[in-house]
């Protein structure tokens, strides 16, 4: 989060609602088009505010961009905690209900962090460090139900749980951009089945 938006005054309900539909139009639109393809009149007619409004909640598209990083890590993150990697069919759950997302969106779009990294991790240090912390918070909410499926003895007993989750994590993230590329999460598919089946070895299960 910028400065600027740190020493802001705390806003009323009303205007966190009117903040957060800002974050989720620039959200949507930037998921859609990208960063350099989205502008903020563009934000500014979909969320349907005036210019004056938007201008009073970020002074910048700099600032708009960080907050939708924010959003994206914060949601992804979200839903993440929410699965359940602890038992062997939450883990199948979780890994079919990512393909069946990525199906729904005919494979179109990448992750919506992700993305995020690609377009501005070498033009944004601040954007590139919002992102990291991102990926450190998911990595953390993944490794949070691997440690519960390692001491339940479904993981192979000389794997590290951190470790799986952050592989687990590189190979949605490869996979996603491979489905992203060729329309087609076939790639995606084999590679999270490949990693749960090596990680599984050993474990007896």
């Not at 729904?104 to 992750?111: L, V």
């Not at 993944?142 to 001491?151: F, P, S």
């Not at 590189?170 to 087609?184: C, I, K, T, W």
Request: hydrophobic letters at 45%; glycine letters at 10%; proline letters at 2%.
């Amino acid at each position: 989060m910028s400065t600027d938006a740190r020493n802001r005054p705390k806003l009323t309900a009303k205007g966190a609602r009117t903040r957060a539909r800002i974050v989720d139009a620039a959200a949507r639109l930037i998921h859609e088009r990208g960063v350099a393809g989205t502008t903020l009149d563009d934000v500014r007619t979909a969320a349907e505010v005036s210019g004056s409004q938007l201008s009073h909640y970020f002074a910048d598209k700099d600032e708009l961009v960080q907050a939708v990083i924010d959003r994206q890590a914060e949601t992804i993150v979200g839903n993440q905690r929410q699965a359940d990697l602890g038992s062997v069919e939450g883990l199948a759950g979780w890994r079919d209900m990512v393909i069946a997302q990525v199906r729904s969106a005919e494979a179109r779009g990448g992750c919506p962090l992700g993305s995020l990294g690609g377009q501005l991790a070498e033009a944004d240090p601040e954007a590139r460090t919002l992102i990291a912390a991102g990926f450190d918070q998911w990595s953390a909410a993944i490794g949070d139900g691997l440690r519960t499926l390692h001491a339940a003895g479904h993981l192979d007993s000389e794997i590290d749980p951190d470790d799986l989750a952050v592989t687990l994590l590189a190979v949605l993230q490869g996979g996603l951009l491979l489905a992203q590329v060729h329309r087609d999460p076939r790639a995606l598919e084999t590679a999270l089945d490949t990693l749960i089946a090596l990680a599984s070895r050993g474990s007896g299960a």
